[in-house]
């Protein structure tokens, strides 16, 4: 297994792991040193084939069922982490939907279910595991460049949901500073992943303003989280690090 070992001994979870950003980011920790936990809704074959993805290079990894809008679920998936390996060290909450429509169109159930995934589950998700980390712990938020750029119209939903992530990360800095837990957003711009593929509806219109003229991977937003999972980013926190090709230059 090619690592650095910055990670090594180290206890991840990764939320909607099973898949895209959520699974380069996974792969990525465990190449560190990390034992990494990932967590998925319906996709349990992508899942296990992370899982197998990883051990083949030497590592460790489980995934465990749990639907992000569930907020049972998801303390259930944090919990038996930290009972099954002590402690819990980095958490990445990457798990989040997308709902799109002009905002006198989109339906309230949508609205709640996409309030659900990326705002409820995160704080749950980050609530749960914050009771079992300690000095040196690393909670990482996966944003979007929306925040900084709204680039097309029917995102207003999304956007909004991503702006409340990016206001917790803030507040979360002041209550954790003093533990020894930093708190960062990593904000990927367009990135190639099932959500927004680099030949998907919006893509025509959004690729030519990226400076660097391609569509991120799932690699790129995985690198920017390993360093602020890292010993080297110690002092980063309240960060938000936009990811994004220069999109929002």
Do not use: W
Not at 131 to 158: D, E, K, L, N
């Amino acid at each position: 297994m090619n690592t650095t070992t910055t990670l090594q001994d180290k206890i991840a979870i990764v939320t909607g792991g099973s898949r895209s950003i959520g699974a380069a980011i996974a792969k990525r920790l465990a190449r560190e040193g990390a034992t990494v936990a990932i967590t998925y809704h319906a996709s349990p074959d992508k899942a296990q084939q992370v899982v197998d993805a990883i051990e083949a290079e030497g590592g460790k990894a489980v995934a465990l069922q749990a639907d992000a809008g569930n907020p049972e679920a998801v303390r259930r998936a944090v919990t038996q982490v930290a009972e099954r390996f002590g402690r819990i060290d980095i958490l990445v909450n990457n798990a989040g939907i997308s709902v799109l429509g002009a905002p006198t169109d989109i339906a309230f159930a949508d609205f709640e279910r996409i309030l659900a995934v990326n705002v409820t589950g995160v704080f749950v998700a980050t609530q749960e595991a914050l009771r079992h980390m300690g000095q040196g712990g690393r909670v990482i938020h996966i944003g979007s460049s929306m925040v900084q750029y709204a680039a097309f119209p029917t995102a207003s939903a999304y956007t909004l949901t991503k702006g409340a992530v990016a206001g917790f990360t803030r507040g979360l800095v002041r209550d954790l500073g003093p533990k020894g837990i930093t708190v960062n957003t990593v904000h990927p711009g367009p990135t190639d992943s099932d959500m927004n593929p680099a030949d998907g509806a919006v893509a025509d219109f959004v690729k030519p303003g990226i400076a660097v003229g391609r569509y991120g991977h799932g690699s790129d937003i995985a690198s920017a989280v390993a360093y602020l999972a890292s010993p080297e980013a110690a002092f980063v926190t309240g960060a938000e690090l936009l990811v994004d090709g220069g999109f929002t230059a």
